[in-house]
């Protein structure tokens, strides 16, 4: 059991307990759904743990839990989409960045999903690389919004502001993990150890940024 | 191998540094905003009271003006009137017919200057149809009166400044008028109202004994710094001309192109 429990799975496990309790009566679709976005992710990377074992004991493409991820990708790019949508998507060059980038996306993870030796057996490294970078420029827009925007909104307890914020904190610095990976492994494999590392503090920034969205969310949707 | 490491961990604290001072920058820039929208409610406020004030000020000068018009003018008219009927009984037909048909045209007259006078009375008369209609109905009535002769003259196409922009240079105007006719000994008075698309100049000259600005000091000078005060609030300029023996000048200089975020074109009586 204790070998479920990494600080992506707890991380992650009180995130959706958050967006349980906090989320399940709020009427925004965009909000909800990240409840059962977090399960499944939850589900993933849970679910992902007994089968690094056997790819390390065979490994085999067929063995590694890519696939998984593969499809955790897609629910990514989807969630996250939606969720910028609602927040970004009232200005034109808003929608135009959402379509647009939703486009690119799919198109790099179908170009990848077929010319991958294995197929959905080989994660979308790229798509993803691609993704974190239009979320982060998604995240940027919605801060100009934000500075543009003539009312005053109180940040502290803006539970979009805190959302966004987790969102442009993990896919910047995953980013940086992306760009040195290859090359710091190629290097010296014991320096996957650091990687490993930034990749905790970075998903525990996320989660916790959007615990406390949810905990906004919650406070702001009880007040009105 | 260890600086390689090095680097590649300052670039990932860099990575992460550059969103914290993204989300920093984002705060105190909304802190900022708070204190500019604060700033500009309290303003709006400031300028609401005192429109509110205006407004009460040039009620009150209207009612005062009207007291005195009906004071002398219409009350010695119906006096003599009444006199002239009260002696008509005694006089012969022709001479009475004579008094009759005079007293109806002194009662005509007084019946065209209530007239007149209700018009002033109507406080949302004078606003609804403009600055300039305003000043003329105004002109006239003075120019009638006979204590002063106003020569009103406008270059340019008349346009609307806004109810609440119009009102207080209506005011500025009365209040310049009441000085002239207090201090000045003035015979003439020029009004001249200039409208460009950049520019609209309100300017009131008088041919009185003038006065050195320099001197103004206290209530004497409250007035005009009032008349001062409030066209700042709308975003116009106060020029004042004048030396003893030269008479006065004053001149409202105002962009109507320049929106001030709370001098709106909205009715004075909008208040919320």
């Known amino acids: 059991m204790t070998k479920y429990l990494t600080i992506y799975t707890i991380a992650e496990l009180i995130c959706f307990i958050s967006a349980v309790v906090c989320l399940f009566n709020v009427k925004a679709l965009q909000w909800r759904l990240l409840i059962p976005f977090l399960l499944i992710t939850c589900l993933v990377e849970m679910g992902a743990i007994p089968l690094k074992a056997v790819y390390k004991a065979n490994p085999i493409p067929s063995n590694s839990s890519a696939w998984m991820y593969n499809i955790l990708l897609l629910l990514q790019m989807g969630a996250f989409s939606f969720m910028f949508y609602n927040l970004i998507g009232k200005y034109l060059a808003g929608r135009l960045l959402i379509v647009t980038g939703i486009s690119i996306l799919i198109l790099i993870y179908a170009y990848e999903l077929f010319t991958n030796v294995a197929g959905i057996f080989n994660y979308n490294s790229t798509t993803y690389s691609a993704m974190s970078v239009v979320f982060i420029i998604y995240s940027l827009y919605y801060y100009y919004t934000l500075l543009r925007g003539e009312e005053y909104a109180e940040l502290k307890f803006l539970p979009e502001f805190w959302w966004v914020t987790g969102t442009l904190f993990f896919f910047f610095g995953t980013t940086a993990v992306n760009l040195f990976y290859t090359y710091l492994l190629n290097s010296y494999p014991g320096n996957k150890l650091y990687l490993v590392y930034i990749s905790d503090v970075l998903i525990v920034i996320l989660y916790g940024c959007w615990s406390y969205a949810f905990i906004c969310k919650r406070w702001t949707t009880s007040n009105k | ?272």
């Open chain 2, 1 to 272: 191998m260890d600086n390689i490491k090095q680097i590649i961990l300052l670039a990932t604290f860099i990575f992460l540094l550059a969103p914290l001072a993204l989300v920093v920058y984002v705060t105190i820039y909304n802190k900022r905003k708070k204190k500019h929208i604060e700033e500009k409610e309290h303003l709006k406020s400031v300028f609401q009271q005192e429109l509110l004030k205006t407004q009460i000020e040039v009620q009150e000068q209207t009612l005062s003006n009207v007291g005195r018009e009906i004071h002398d003018n219409i009350t010695q008219v119906l006096s003599f009137v009444k006199l002239n009927l009260a002696l008509a009984g005694n006089l012969n037909p022709e001479t009475q017919q004579k008094k009759i048909t005079e007293s109806r045209d002194l009662i005509a007259r007084a019946i065209n200057d209530l007239r007149h006078l209700s018009k002033s009375l109507n406080f949302e008369h004078i606003m609804q149809h403009g600055l300039l209609n305003a000043l003329q109905t105004e002109a006239d009535r003075i120019n009638n009166s006979g204590i002063i002769q106003i020569n009103l003259r406008i270059d340019g196409d008349n346009y609307s400044l806004g109810a609440q922009r119009e009102l207080v240079f209506f005011r500025i105007f009365q209040e310049s008028l009441n000085n002239t006719l207090k201090h000045a000994g003035a015979s003439r008075i020029n009004i001249t109202l200039q409208y460009s698309e950049q520019l609209f100049n309100l300017t009131i000259e008088d041919d009185g004994m003038g006065f050195s600005p320099e001197e103004l000091a206290g209530n004497a000078g409250s007035g005009l710094k009032n008349m001062e005060n409030r066209a700042a609030m709308m975003g116009a300029e106060t020029m004042l001309y004048s030396s003893p023996g030269k008479g006065c000048s004053l001149t409202v200089t105002l962009n109507p192109n320049k929106k001030q975020l709370y001098a709106d074109g909205n009715p004075p009586n909008s208040i919320s």
